[in-house]
């Protein structure tokens, strides 16, 4: 089936299985790798993507549901060669190892920060507790997003 | 002049014999104290722009033009014979280009000559039956469906135990037993220390099946260049994957290019070509297409290995002053259907304490389970679980403190072969790590059990010794822009640890050139070589190499710059990327006026990685503290706090040194309280097919972590003085949470992981 989908504003077009994924939607058809597969059922939200602004497992949601609508990816956070103050603040806090979850949980803490600037530590961890990392052990993660807050003017790390 | 040189390398618990190639002479060792620029500072992932922004390239983001998905079937069966198999239906399915399956497919030998890539005999549920390669994944996998397959069931065993017993099911025709008897290590007399013990602990330990779950699946893409086989491959180490394939395929080796630029974790699960890589390679040789396998989450559940889950029992004896007399060890790990070799779980038992009377006794059980793999600190954690809550049972019953007892037992030397070790800073570790925790509020252990009242807090702590010395072989290139940028090539991969950001370093502190103008490329067979990332060894293996590399650089810029200054070599310094007379800064340039004249690559420089030094055994040693606060009533155990601190020699870069310690000790965390990989014993079925089932820990249950390093640089192991740090810090962690839970109640969980279910009912059987 045909699927017409607006990602990181720009209006893309697919021939999809009408089972498929809007995460392989946007891997398989649309080339953009950002959003990573490590479940594909979604409990590890490394397929964190915003559909109409609402974060969803890119994993969980079909293709044919995101037809017509709005769909903001992690390559939509960066502006040309310039990373997203989220982004800037993983790498920085050294927050990024293999860096597979990483995409996902800085969609996760995009999405986070605007809705709570400020966020308190339990805070943090629930709206992480969907984004699994095998690396980290999330030590640098929370640091990363007390960084990512106070640089996008919340309170300071 | 090269020269071969007989070397005994320690890799993965094991000591084996190589002959080394060695082009020269070795670059002195940095000693401690030297003042460097780059090394030592906690610089940012290189590629972290690319990992962050999402547009790193891992083996699983590739989709070449015209690329094939692949999908295996696999067996349902712990144990069967394939009778028939018929595939017409599915090669009829739309979107499907080819099946293949041992009908149509060369029996190339697989798992060092147990199995072949399609075997008839199926040994595991999971076990490789046919592979169908379609338009899309999703029409290669519904076609599995239509592949018809008459089984004959036949007897299997899941257990070890019931393994070695006499009449079981046999998993191999030479046995059950991995080299068709126990692995066997003593010294002195075990019986007469004994009897020379004021006190015996004697303890069972069992530790879980445990999987990797690296974030990105096993997989790779395959295609050809006319005669030459391109394969991307999630792998730590595109050499071996190189070799394995060319060897299946009965290619040479120069008609095979391995690449693996981007590597979303391994942890010792990708150290070897799997049957995918070779299958997408067969597959595209026969369509003219590139093909793609890449693991489902389930597939990695169960064919993907595993740490496997072993079976010890451990008795230790002292005299009343704490003085260990005896140690003798008897370990079961169970290694599934197919591994080619054993786990060292008895390393620690035989190395760690100073002990005249040991004896250990390790058995490697074949079961009809899913192959077993190295996962971080293979054997070491298992055995270190049996042998550190040995210990604190020991100290507990003679009333001394655990960590006087360990130093009381402190080995000077490597006791099993007989020599020095390179360097021990052992003692400073349990200083420093003691004083951050506050050890000196450890409370003796209840001498009855705690069943009841508000949550009771327990510390614990444990040791570990390690490998990760790194050897040689290991090659680096190093070479000069016009514009003063420096480019290194290194076969090696990262795996997610930052190999890339630390050799970066190292090239940068020699060049002194700032990290930006330096770029480092790996992960490509077309690169010099360098080993499997495993066994801690990857920086200290391929960190010499790159800094002897760079020091070629560095002198061919000097005699550059010696001409064109018109004074001797040694007249010239490089400091600041520039290149001056010695006393005269200001007569100089800088590198890139340097190279801007003498254009591309002119200076260049290759290095090595020299040999490890005679007669001393290399160890990194480390130990780690936990708080816990456990619950009598519910059984459940919380930890607070975990402080690590590690003898890994020099630290090249103190963040990435954290946040190796901090994946360590959540791994261990997760083994210790909640991980468990479950095989159905009645179906051999795998239980936990994906994360639901799966408890890789979360970011709600995790405690804090002190991170701490000794940070002194090895005298003698290598030019830089450093050791891995990949390994060290999964391998305490959970010993010092149960150590930390018998703290708390007084009774002693030894059944990892520890459920609250189990807490309850060792208390319980005290009653």
Redesign the interface.
């Known amino acids: 089936m045909r699927v017409r989908v607006r990602v990181n504003g720009a209006w893309r077009t697919a021939e999809v299985?009408p089972?498929?994924s809007l995460l392989?939607l946007l891997?398989?058809a649309l080339?953009l790798?950002?959003?990573?597969?490590?479940?594909?059922?979604g409990?590890?939200g490394?397929c964190s993507v915003w559909l109409d602004g609402e974060l969803v497992c890119a994993c969980l949601v079909l293709a044919a549901q995101a037809d017509g609508r709005e769909v903001r990816?992690?390559?939509g956070?960066?502006t040309g060669e310039d990373?997203h103050p989220v982004?800037?603040a993983?790498?920085?806090a050294?927050a990024?190892?293999?860096?597979?979850?990483?995409?996902g949980f800085?969609v996760a803490v995009v999405d986070l920060l605007s809705r709570d600037p400020d966020p308190d530590e339990p805070r943090?961890?629930?709206a992480?507790?969907g984004?699994?990392?095998?690396?980290?052990?999330?030590?640098?993660?929370?640091d990363a997003v007390r960084l990512a807050a106070s640089k996008l003017g919340g309170s300071s790390p | 002049m090269p020269r071969i040189i007989k070397q005994r390398v320690e890799f993965e618990g094991r000591v084996e014999e190589r002959n080394v190639v060695i082009e020269g002479d070795d670059l002195p060792v940095w000693p401690a104290g030297e003042r460097f620029q780059v090394i030592g500072t906690p610089v940012t992932r290189v590629d972290g722009a690319q990992r962050a922004g999402g547009t790193a390239r891992y083996t699983a983001d590739l989709y070449p033009a015209g690329v094939l998905h692949g999908a295996i079937l696999r067996s349902p069966h712990p144990h069967a014979r394939i009778r028939a198999l018929r595939t017409s239906r599915a090669e009829q399915a739309p979107g499907v280009r080819l099946v293949l399956s041992h009908r149509n497919t060369d029996a190339i030998p697989w798992y060092n000559g147990m199995s072949r890539i399609f075997d008839t005999e199926l040994r595991y549920v999971g076990d490789e039956v046919a592979l169908v390669v379609a338009d899309d994944a999703a029409a290669a996998r519904d076609a599995l469906d239509l592949i018809e397959v008459e089984y004959e069931p036949l007897p299997h065993v899941i257990d070890p135990l019931e393994a070695i017993r006499p009449g079981a099911p046999q998993v191999h025709p030479q046995g059950n037993v991995l080299g068709g008897a126990p692995e066997r290590y003593a010294r002195g007399d075990v019986e007469q220390g004994f009897l020379a013990a004021d006190a015996i602990v004697e303890l069972d330990v069992t530790t879980p099946d445990v999987l990797h779950h690296s974030m990105e699946t096993h997989g790779s893409v395959a295609w050809w260049e006319g005669d030459t086989l391109v394969i991307w491959d999630s792998t730590q180490h595109i050499f071996g994957v190189r070799r394995q394939v060319a060897a299946a395929l009965r290619i040479p080796l120069d008609r095979v290019r391995v690449l693996s630029p981007f590597m979303g974790g391994g942890f010792g699960g990708k150290n070897n070509a799997g049957k995918h890589t070779v299958l997408a390679a067969l597959a595209s040789r026969r369509l003219g297409r590139p093909v793609r396998i890449v693991f489902t989450r389930a597939e990695e559940s169960q064919a993907a290995g595993k740490r496997p889950r072993s079976v010890q029992r451990i008795r230790v004896g002292a005299r009343s002053d704490g003085t260990l007399v005896a140690i003798d060890y008897w370990g079961v790990s169970s290694i599934g259907a197919y591994r080619a070799i054993g786990t060292p779980l008895a390393g620690p038992a035989t190395e760690l304490y100073a002990c005249p009377n040991v004896r250990a006794e390790t058995l490697n059980v074949f079961t009809h389970t899913g192959p077993a793999a190295a996962f971080r600190a293979p054997g070491y954690v298992e055995g270190t679980c049996a042998l550190e809550c040995a210990i604190e049972a020991l100290a507990d019953q003679l009333e001394i403190d655990p960590l006087e007892l360990r130093l009381r037992n402190y080995a000077e030397a490597d006791q099993v072969l007989g020599r020095p070790y390179s360097s021990k800073f052992l003692r400073e570790a349990y200083a420093m790590g003691a004083r951050a925790i506050g050890w000196e509020r450890r409370a003796l252990t209840p001498r009855s059990p705690v069943r009841d009242g508000p949550p009771r807090r327990g510390l614990g702590m444990a040791t570990q010794l390690w490998g990760g010395s790194g050897s040689a072989p290991a090659y680096a290139e190093v070479r000069l822009n016009p514009d003063g940028t420096a480019e290194v090539r290194i076969g090696t991969q990262d795996i997610g640890t930052g190999t890339k950001t630390a050799l970066t370093q190292i090239a940068a502190e020699v060049l002194t050139l700032p990290v930006g103008k330096v770029t480092l490329s790996l992960g490509d067979t077309d690169f010099p070589y360098s080993p499997l990332s495993a066994g801690s060894q990857t920086l200290a293996s391929c960190g010499p190499a790159v800094r002897m590399a760079a020091d070629e650089a560095r002198r061919h810029l000097i005699d550059a710059a010696a001409s064109l200054l018109e004074v001797a070599p040694e007249d010239v310094r490089l400091e600041g990327g520039r290149l001056f007379v010695a006393g005269v800064p200001e007569r100089g340039l800088a590198i890139a006026e340097l190279t801007g004249q003498i254009g591309n690559f002119t200076i260049a420089g290759r290095g090595f990685r020299g040999p490890n030094p005679d007669g001393v055994t290399i160890r990194t040693w480390g130990a780690q503290f936990a708080e816990v606060e456990v619950d009598p009533e519910t059984g459940e155990v919380s930890v607070l706090r975990i402080v690590a601190c590690h003898d890994v020699g020099r630290v090249i870069n103190p963040l990435q040194y954290q946040s190796q310690i901090h994946g360590g000790v959540i791994q261990g965390l997760g083994m210790a309280l909640r991980e468990e990989h479950v095989t159905d014993p009645e179906t051999g079925a795998v239980l936990d097919l994906g994360f639901d089932a799966y408890a890789v820990p979360r970011i709600t249950g995790i405690p804090e972590i002190v991170a701490l390093a000794v940070d002194k640089p090895d005298p003698i192991a290598n030019n830089l003085g450093v050791k891995g740090v990949g390994e060290p810090p999964i391998i305490p962690t959970p010993a010092a949470i149960a150590n930390a839970v018998a703290n708390a109640l007084g009774v002693r969980v030894t059944s990892f992981p520890i459920t609250p279910a189990k807490v309850r009912a060792e208390l319980g059987r005290r009653a």
């Open positions: 299985w089972g498929a392989a891997r398989d080339g790798c950002g959003s990573k597969n490590a479940c594909e059922q409990e590890c490394s990816t992690v390559e956070l960066t990373l982004q800037r993983f790498v920085e050294g990024v190892q293999c860096g597979f979850c990483t995409p800085v943090i961890r629930e992480l507790s984004n699994l990392c095998r690396c980290t052990g999330y030590q640098k993660i929370l």
